[in-house]
């Protein structure tokens, strides 16, 4: 027997708004044709004033609750991956945490942007593995739509609003039982002005809006993600074979496809979501992983993957037998 964090429960949440390219085609200069063609974006979600991302995440924490069959009291571990979150502080995560009346245990947010459910993952999972904590959820949630310059069309066209949750227990489990069997992840400073915000409370006092070197980001993340994927099947000894579903982070259908194409993965075997939700950041892979369990794709006893990168650069993949 071996002590893994298993997955029991995931769940997803979406603002009220759904907005078209067409209609994005309102705001600035660009097409439905574009924006499809270079991104797989058909749609995405924006947060009205009702909405933000502690109500998103507590949305979609209290589906993967319902899907464990838990309450917010057995929760003894939150993780919040944002990075939009409600205030500066506190954390996002504390706020969520009474929402669900889980409180009393670990609460906070981790900043790794459209990494930041593989990093907060990869922290839970230590965490339950050295009896931190039993039961645990991992969330990913952002208001994107919140630090969108609309006046700048290469990116304001990409992302939306959104968030995914999981709960995993601590459980011993046999040697080819389900639970979290690797998690890798990596950063890489020396990128951080290619996908930044250009404004934060110790620079500018403000909350500022997102900046991007499109095609840079767009070379690095087919690069990074084809190298952390291979790491983890290596670190593993699985083969791309032995893997029923890659869900990816959804930034754009071209960089899923190259990657996938790089390590020869068939695209029938990729779960796509990226042309309903656009770019949701941090909620982005467990939006696409809720979305992938409910619709009956992603079955007990399968291999899947779960890789992202984002800004920073920050970049990693996880291998879970679900
Ligand atoms: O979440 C993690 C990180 N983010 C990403 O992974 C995003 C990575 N990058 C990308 O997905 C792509 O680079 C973009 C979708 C952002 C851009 O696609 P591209 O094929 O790299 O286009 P480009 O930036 O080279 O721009 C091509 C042309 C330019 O016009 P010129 O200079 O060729 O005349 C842009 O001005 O497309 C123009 N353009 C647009 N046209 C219509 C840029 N944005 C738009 C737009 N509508 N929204």
């Known amino acids: 027997m071996t002590r893994r964090s298993v997955l029991t429960g995931t769940g997803s949440a979406l603002p009220k708004r759904a907005v078209s390219n067409a209609e994005m085609a309102k705001m600035v200069d660009t097409s439905d044709e574009w924006i499809a063609e270079r991104t797989g974006i058909r749609n995405r979600y924006f947060a009205g004033p009702d909405e933000n991302t502690a109500t998103l995440a507590t949305d979609a924490a209290r589906r993967a609750l319902e899907a464990a069959g838990l309450q917010g009291k057995d929760i003894g571990l939150i993780i919040l991956a944002t990075a939009t979150p409600n205030n500066t502080f506190p954390a996002t995560a504390t706020q969520v945490q009474h929402a669900l009346g889980a409180n009393g245990g670990i609460a906070f947010d981790v900043a790794a942007v459209c990494s930041g459910f593989l990093y907060a993952l990869g922290i839970a999972d230590s965490m339950l593995r050295t009896g931190m904590a039993e039961k645990a959820l991992v969330i990913g949630s952002e208001t994107f739509s919140r630090i969108l310059d609309f006046e700048d069309r290469a990116t304001c066209v990409l992302f939306g609003d959104g968030a995914g949750a999981i709960v995993l227990e601590a459980r011993d489990v046999a040697e080819d039982g389900p639970g979290v069997l690797f998690t890798k992840l990596h950063a890489d400073g020396e990128h951080c002005d290619l996908l930044y915000v250009d404004g934060g409370p110790s620079t500018t006092q ?117």
Not at 241 to 270: F, M, Y
């Open 206 to 322: 403000t909350v500022g809006h997102v900046r991007m070197k499109g095609r840079e980001v767009f070379r690095h993340a087919v690069t990074n993600l084809a190298d952390v994927l291979k790491e983890t099947l290596e670190g593993t000894g699985f083969t791309a074979d032995d893997v029923a579903w890659v869900v990816p982070h959804q930034a754009n259908q071209r960089i899923i496809d190259a990657t996938a194409r790089k390590l020869g993965l068939s695209p029938d075997r990729v779960v796509l979501t990226v042309d309903q939700h656009a770019n949701t950041s941090a909620a982005s892979v467990p939006l696409a992983l809720d979305t992938a369990v409910r619709d009956g794709r992603i079955k007990p006893g399968e291999l899947i993957v779960l890789e992202a990168m984002g800004g920073g650069f920050t970049w990693g993949a996880s291998l879970i037998r679900v």
